[in-house]
């Protein structure tokens, strides 16, 4: 059963990721303080909504594609309902890493939100929340790699700086 | 990020919002995108929007108290069950009920 992708974000969402790359590259060389704070709340708001984009494209093309595989007329209602449970158990690989992202970005928004509660801003707060950041990345290319394995292709999100000296 | 960085974002974003509104007529996958970018640009807007610490710290004390959302696969489960439910082959046991 072959069934063609149909939902494919990322070109609608160009403007806003090349905004994200910005804002991470930004957020490497910025110190401590409030400048580096408003640049982490961008970040952390990009982010979100990068998340919700993603659950919405799973959502939305782990349907489409299960419901596709259940109403194959060319083959059984036996192998349609086993094909149609195939995609799901693909499906919910792809929802586990999608959870596994969420949670770790909600980790990086607490050390966020204990930043500001700091007056202080002490530098090693910073650097944890730099380092929460950068673990995201293998996090979400996870995610969008087992959800391209499926067809559905996410938003990518230029990570890449965060990694780099 | 610069303020002119913004605005040039922004104004890439509201292009593809207007370039989205002339084919949306397109097809449901269109449709579907819109709210996601609008939602993106409303919520990049909001920070955007702010300038003083304490605006900024408004924010993330929102996004905060805003849990990330977590996909799941109900809908599209019942979904399939409807869909096999609706086959022409489906067992006699399935349309009985």
């Known amino acids: 059963m072959h069934v063609r992708p149909q939902f494919s974000p990322p070109a609608v969402l160009m403007p806003i990721l090349v905004g994200i790359a910005v804002a ?3 957020a490497l060389s910025s110190g401590c303080g409030a400048s580096a704070l408003q640049t982490h709340a961008r970040i952390a708001v990009m982010l979100h909504g990068a ?5 919405r494209a799973i959502e939305t093309g782990c349907e489409h594609r299960a419901v596709a595989a259940a109403r194959d007329p060319d083959v059984s209602y036996d192998e349609a309902s086993a ?3 195939r995609v799901l158990a693909r499906c ?12 770790a970005y909600e980790v990086y928004v607490a050390q966020l939100l204990a930043v500001v509660d700091d ?5 090693s707060a910073f650097t944890r929340l730099r380092a929460l950041l950068a673990g995201l990345a293998p996090l979400y290319a996870d995610l969008a790699r087992v959800a391209a394995d499926l067809g559905i292709h996410l938003p990518t999100v230029p990570f890449a700086p965060v990694g780099a000296p | 990020m610069s303020r002119d960085a913004v605005k040039n974002l922004l104004a890439g974003v509201a292009t593809s919002l207007d370039q989205l509104a002339l084919v949306d007529a397109g097809g449901p996958n269109v449709a579907r995108v819109f709210p996601v970018v609008a939602e993106l640009f409303r919520a990049i807007a909001t920070v955007v929007g702010t300038h003083g610490v304490e ?5 993330i004390r ?10 799941n696969l109900e809908n599209a489960e019942a979904a399939v069950a409807s ?15």
């Open chain 1, 83 to 85: 094909n149609a449970q």
């Open chain 1, 51 to 55: 998340n919700d984009a993603a659950v």
């Open chain 1, 92 to 103: 919910q690989r792809v929802v586990d890493a999608q959870h596994a992202f969420s949670a």
């Open chain 2, 62 to 71: 929102d996004l905060a108290k805003t849990p990330a959302k977590r996909a």
């Open chain 1, 24 to 26: 991470l590259a930004s």
């Open chain 2, 83 to 97: 869909a096999l439910a609706d086959r022409e082959d489906a067992l006699p046991e399935l349309v009985l009920k």
């Open chain 1, 119 to 123: 007056d202080n801003h002490q530098p």
């Open chain 2, 55 to 59: 605006a900024v710290q408004k924010a």
